[in-house]
């Protein structure tokens, strides 16, 4: 006999593995040395912390830092890590616990709070950086694409974290499992 559902309380530990990648996404973009930015022929590369020039065998590095829209955004991404730490260990403490409907919405607008922070100074740094600069071609690098992607898993996870209160009853196991197919 063959029979496909899906067992909802064994898919309890995929929200916070997915926020523990969106953490690691986010520090990674926060701590990257290499820059978010950086022209083709990597003699110029601009981080969220500092702008590096090469000058032949030496580095000119300033940092942005001086600058109001790279502390804003600097600010912006550091505030959507920690909200996005304190939506995790929301998360975690729920899912070993009975999950609540009130504790898995606190996570989803924690989680959508993340995402607009983020995706708020994912959009002020490229915007103040093509004002500053204005010769040569530029490339956004990994680093840069890790923010992005720990903003999607954010927004993602927010809604599915909204989404699930109506299935509250099938992650804890009281409901009997729905097969889709039996024969």
Not at 105 to 115: E, R
Not at 141 to 169: R, V
Request: proline share 2%.
């Amino acid at each position: 006999m063959f029979r496909c559902g899906l067992a909802y309380p064994r898919c309890r530990w995929v929200m916070p593995l997915l926020l523990l990648f969106a953490i690691i996404f986010d520090i990674i973009a926060i701590a990257a040395q290499s820059g978010w930015i950086q022209d083709r022929d990597n003699t110029h590369y601009s981080s969220m912390w500092k702008d590096c020039r090469w000058l032949g065998e030496e580095s000119d590095c300033s940092s942005l830092m001086d600058e109001r829209w790279a502390q804003t955004v600097a600010a912006l991404m550091i505030v959507g890590l920690l909200i996005l730490v304190i939506a995790f260990i929301i998360c975690t403490v729920t899912m070993c616990t009975d999950p609540s409907s009130f504790a898995l919405i606190a996570s989803g607008v924690l989680l959508f709070i993340v995402a607009l922070l983020q995706f708020i100074g994912l959009i002020i740094y490229p915007v103040n950086f093509n004002y500053r600069i204005f010769e040569g071609e530029y490339e956004y690098t990994w680093a840069y694409g890790f923010g992005w992607g720990a903003t999607i898993i954010c927004l993602g996870c927010s809604l599915i974290f909204c989404c699930i209160t109506s299935c509250i009853n099938k992650i804890n196991g009281d409901e009997k499992i729905e097969y889709f197919i039996t024969h």
